[in-house]
């Protein structure tokens, strides 16, 4: 009776982390530390709760599906600021859409890319990062395609090698997934790598997702760049490109749901075709905070100092030790405890502090060895006394 395209789709990591930690119960009395979910903890500014109050009128009302006129505008404009884009290049009304949280988006994205292969053809290829976040895999395989994994090694920079793919994958690839900066290592493409991405996409046809959830999070002086303005580098053209967008972590409102993608006017066009059936719109009253949201940059500084004092407690605590690096981007810690999926339980029981095992990251490599064996992904989402906390506890536990 159920339907056999989602045999491949395992359970998702936190569910596989419940199933892992079900029974043991911590053997210490301070409360529990949840650093496995990359949930900012930190409270938004003050006028996303005014905003929605103010429209609290609205429940009776269908929001329209792609967004707001000016949730539209202030996502193009953010963009321009951000990127240093020149004002035109991206259209509001043709170039961007709002997704409800970029899980659903990027999942979707599939849907646009991916073609059913003619019979006697191989299936088409959705490509993406080993590790990487799980909803590519999940859009691609129930969009149909077969998924094939770009290993981020630290020998790459923890990057895919868009120069090791060879001729014949590339043929096949309908859509290929990249992150910048990257969950869970927080490596930053450069400009020169996301034009690169850029130039493979349009010279083999494929749709090429950029997910810069993290974009705004990071530690050097410079903000890292984002594949608009490698495309605005390259001319102009957002041809075979869409890039995704959220509030969870650059405002601190993973609860909200609000995020968009822009990019390929085709694309767009398509996606609201698509989303008139299937989308979760976003309520008026998000749309209205989010609007606000991507106008303000103020509290986005202060976010990424938090996060930036974040990296200065673990780096006091745990460099020289499982392979410790401050990432270029994003809020989470890779840590090599030499059995992930042991120290994640150890950790629970000794500690009460909850990790992700890396390997729930990860997919095999074509030997049966897996990448994310040896890690554990830490959050540092938390203010700084807890993450202190949870990582003084992490040290000693291991
Ligand atoms: C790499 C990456 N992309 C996208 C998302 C989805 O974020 P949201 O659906 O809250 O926009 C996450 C969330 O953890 C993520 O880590």
Not at 107 to 112: D, K, R, V
Request: glycine share 8%; aromatic share 10%; with cysteine.
């Amino acid at each position: 009776m159920l339907s056999s395209r989602f045999a491949a789709l395992a359970h998702y990591p936190f569910r596989q982390l419940a199933d892992l930690i079900q029974g043991v119960t911590p053997a210490i009395n301070d409360a529990p530390i949840d650093m496995s979910i990359g949930e900012p903890r930190m409270q938004p500014p003050a006028f996303v709760h005014e905003i929605v109050a103010r429209h609290d009128g609205d429940w009776n009302r269908y929001p329209p599906i792609g967004g707001t006129a000016e949730f539209k505008a202030a996502c193009a404009a953010w963009l321009n600021r951000r990127y240093g884009l020149r004002r035109g290049m991206i259209d509001p009304d043709t170039q961007v859409v709002a997704v409800a949280g970029t899980r659903e988006g990027l999942f979707a994205a599939a849907f646009l890319a991916v073609s059913p292969a003619a019979a006697g053809e191989q299936p088409p290829l959705a490509l993406m990062p080993n590790p990487f976040y799980q909803v590519y895999y999940g859009g691609a395989i129930c969009a149909g395609a077969e998924a094939r994994f770009l290993t981020a090694r630290k020998e790459t920079g923890y990057l895919p090698d868009l120069d090791a793919i060879d001729g014949e994958t590339l043929a096949r690839t309908q859509i290929m997934y990249l992150c910048s900066p990257g969950n869970p290592q927080g490596a930053v493409a450069d400009l020169a790598y996301l034009k690169r991405a850029i130039e493979l996409s349009r010279a083999h046809d494929f749709l090429l997702v950029v997910d810069e959830c993290y974009a705004e999070i990071y530690s050097g002086d410079e903000p890292p760049p984002g594949a608009l303005e490698a495309a605005a580098a390259l001319g102009g053209s957002c041809a075979n490109l869409l890039v995704f967008h959220t509030l969870s972590k650059r405002s601190s409102v993973p609860g909200l749901r609000s995020g968009f993608a822009a990019g390929s006017p085709e694309c767009i066009d398509l996606f609201n075709r698509l989303r008139g059936y299937n989308a979760a719109a976003t309520p008026l009253a998000t749309l209205e905070a989010a609007t606000a949201l991507w106008r303000d940059e103020t509290h986005v500084v202060a976010t990424r100092a938090r996060y930036r004092a974040a990296f200065d407690v673990a780096e006091r605590l745990l460099a020289g030790r499982f392979d410790f690096f401050r990432p270029a981007g994003g809020f989470y810690l890779w840590l090599d405890v030499g059995d992930g999926v042991a120290a994640t339980r150890h950790l629970w029981r000794e500690a009460g502090v909850k990790v992700l095992p890396g390997r729930y990251l990860t997919q095999p490599e074509p030997d049966g060895s897996n990448i994310g064996s040896r890690y554990i992904r830490v959050a540092l989402v938390h203010d700084i006394a807890t993450t202190e906390a949870g990582l003084s506890r992490l040290t000693r536990a291991l």
